[in-house]
């Protein structure tokens, strides 16, 4: 969780160094793709992978989050999605490495 807040920071200093707040601010704006949730039950659950399994964490979806940070207007929020996804698609490997061990 810690990692949905640093990662984008880190992008937006890096990307954006004299608007990093903004561009943070817009990043971390996406995290409400995570609503996507609430639609499933249980809500929460530690060892399903989000990627492909919540709406907006389905492949079309992040697909169009490829095209939307393709364009320089929507680039912040694309990104934002993308760090997002990827981060949660880092949690799936972490649990496929448990589940093996
Ligand atoms: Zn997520």
Known sequence: MLLHLLVPGAAARWGFPERWQRAWGIMLATMVVDLDHLLATPIFDPRRCSIGFHPLHA???IAAYLLLAVFPK???IGMGLLIHMILDGI???WMGFSAVG
């Open 74 to 76: 929507t680039r912040l």
């Open 91 to 93: 949690d799936c490997l």
């Open 59 to 61: 492949w079309p979806c």
